[in-house]
């Protein structure tokens, strides 16, 4: 072969590769997003190409089916490329290892790219890690919650504001670190835990959210029959939980909790008015304005959320 039919076949076999990691971004968008856990994934995949090309399957799978470096590694990885290790700590989705499967799939476990120069290769590989670093510092870049606050409405209505806002952004996050900030404010002297919203109550070996002795705080943007069952659960252990959920979310978890036959036994309270009365209450002992004790809130809320999340353009900004 020429060495001009050679450098279009590479040149192609360039572009195929291009289209290949855009076919699997494009396959990858859910809900018009494409998350954190497949651009994570995806650097890990190709950099297992980098370091080893053609890859088996059972050099970077786990038996669990999990990519090898998506958890313990991550980090390491991703500040290899210039990446904040606080993007994110670790892939836990299973789509997110489902989604890394399929990018190994695609390029046939590097066998395409063995047909080019190594130099050749390599260049290419850091070109697609680059592409993936671009998205990655798009959603690095995105601005925090900022809330123009009219100070004349009820304070129901401004917590109402941040939960709404935070819909679809958070996953449960907001709503669970706002909880954890109000009772952080209301109780002083006990020390309020503080876990990542997505750690599973088993993960954590915990019997929910929050507990202040007997009281057990379940949080949840969007009730299920899992959280239901674990109140349950708390019941007869002789706990007395609370559901929080969004106020738009309160029948469906009345008739989930009527289900499991605990709708007698479990308090359901909406966010909106959990944190709200707490404003109106601290304020009044104290002799503050709602506005001021909302903000105390909010400083703490932020203070937590930096603490434990990733996602620190979740922070949160009244004025």
């Known amino acids: 072969m020429s060495n001009d039919l050679k450098a279009a076949s590479v040149e192609e076999m360039k572009q195929q590769s291009r289209r290949t990691l855009n076919e699997w971004l494009e396959s990858c968008t859910r809900n018009k997003k494409i ?3 497949t651009v994570a994934i995806g650097i890990v995949v190709l950099d297992h190409l980098r370091c080893t090309c053609p890859a088996t399957r059972e050099q970077v799978i786990s038996q669990g089916g999990e990519v090898s ?5 991550l980090r390491t990885i991703l500040e290899s490329y210039d990446i904040p290790r606080t993007y994110l700590k ?14 190994f799939e695609q390029f046939e476990w590097g066998r395409t790219l063995t047909e080019m120069p190594a130099e050749t290769r390599e260049e290419l590989l850091l070109e697609l890690i680059a592409d993936l670093r671009d998205l990655a510092n798009k959603w690095l870049q995105r601005p925090n919650l900022r809330f123009d606050i009219d100070r004349r409405q009820a304070p129901t209505t401004w917590v ?3 939960v709404e806002n935070a819909k679809g952004r958070s996953g449960g996050v907001v709503e669970q670190q706002l909880v954890g900030a109000k009772l952080a404010r209301r109780f002083k002297g006990i020390d309020i835990p503080n876990h990542p919203a997505h750690a599973g109550d088993k993960q954590t070996e915990r019997a929910g959210d929050f507990a202040i002795s007997h009281l057990v705080y379940h949080v949840t943007s969007a009730p299920s029959r899992d959280v239901l069952q674990k109140c349950a659960q708390n019941i007869k252990a002789g706990l007395l939980p609370l ?5 738009e ?3 469906k978890a009345r008739i989930l909790a009527q289900d499991e036959g ?3 036994d479990l308090t359901i309270i909406a966010i909106e008015d959990f944190v ?14 709602f506005f001021s004790v909302l903000k105390e809130i909010l400083k703490l809320y932020n203070e937590r959320l930096a603490e434990v999340e990733t996602d620190l353009s979740l922070r949160i900004e009244v004025r």
């Open 35 to 37: 998350a954190r856990n």
């Open 69 to 73: 470096g998506a958890r313990s590694g």
């Open 90 to 103: 670790e892939v836990t989705t299973r789509q997110g290892h489902q989604d890394g499967q399929r990018l």
């Open 160 to 162: 109402n504001i941040i």
């Open 243 to 247: 559901l929080l959920i969004p106020r």
């Open 249 to 251: 979310q309160e029948n």
């Open 262 to 264: 605990i709708d007698k």
């Open 276 to 289: 709200a009365l707490n404003i109106i209450e601290l304020a009044t002992e104290e002799k503050k304005d």
